[in-house]
């Protein structure tokens, strides 16, 4: 501790490691960048948290783990108890979008996703760094961890694709519920298995040129319409 009652970043995460395991520096600047916490600023721009910091921050923590609050109810929640104001603990997070509809899974031959989806063109699209994390609402720290763990690339120019956006934001939306990139990779890795499946596929079937793209498409749909259909099973 640097003083009574201050403690530095390094010092809140081994204090609070013994709960938060997966708690990192990155996640502490990722949630002073949302604005959650303020620590102090000294002269030489380190920060330092008091008592009251760090006991806020545990209850972000706390109510990402265990209510499954998205940051935007924390955040409610946080403005409520500083102006003094109860807060129902109890409270379940807002409700999600409701899965599709039955019908809608069985619609396009059984896959939720058109393939007109995988058809070319979304590489075509540049977006630069940051257009990307205005877009995506990331920052640009998080992008770079994206980046480390093979879920988003740019091009040698430094250029970004609509896809990638698209990936950022999902990413994004993981974050506020306290995963990070790195705890990601498995759908990065799940994505090259599939994709070499789907052209080991075309391989085989050696489709006419005019034929491969839109093969490719309802093979890359088919592929995320099962991927669906397992999870949803599994969280029944």
């Given at each position: 501790m640097t003083g009574e009652g201050r403690h530095t970043i390094g010092q809140v995460v081994r204090e609070l490691s013994g709960d938060f395991p997966d708690l990192t520096?990155?996640?502490?600047?990722?949630?002073e960048g949302k604005g959650l916490i303020t620590p102090e600023r000294t002269a030489s721009g380190y920060r330092l948290f008091s008592d009251d910091q760090v006991e806020r921050l545990r209850f972000i923590l706390t109510s990402q783990r265990d209510r499954f609050w998205p940051l935007k109810v924390i955040a409610d929640a946080l403005d409520q108890m500083d102006r003094g104001l109860d807060v129902d603990l109890d409270a379940p997070a807002p409700g999600r979008p409701a899965p599709p509809p039955l019908g809608a899974l069985r619609a396009g031959g059984g896959t939720p996703v058109e393939a007109a989806a995988f058809a070319p063109g979304?590489?075509?699209?540049?977006?630069?760094r940051a257009e990307l994390c205005r877009n995506a609402e990331v920052t640009a720290e998080q992008l770079q961890d994206m980046a480390s763990f093979g879920l988003v690339q740019a091009d040698k120019d430094g250029w970004y694709t609509a896809l990638d956006v698209e990936i950022a934001r999902a990413v994004g939306t993981f974050a506020s519920f306290g995963l990070e990139p790195r705890h990601l990779r498995m759908f990065r890795l799940a994505a090259d298995r599939e994709?070499?499946?789907v052209q080991q596929t075309l391989t085989s079937f050696r489709p006419a040129p005019e034929q491969r793209d839109e093969m490719r498409a309802r093979l890359a749909a088919a592929c995320l319409s099962l991927h669906v259909a397992l999870v949803r099973a599994e969280l029944g």
């Open positions: 520096i990155s996640k502490v600047r990722f949630l979304e590489q075509a699209v540049r977006v630069s994709a070499a499946l």
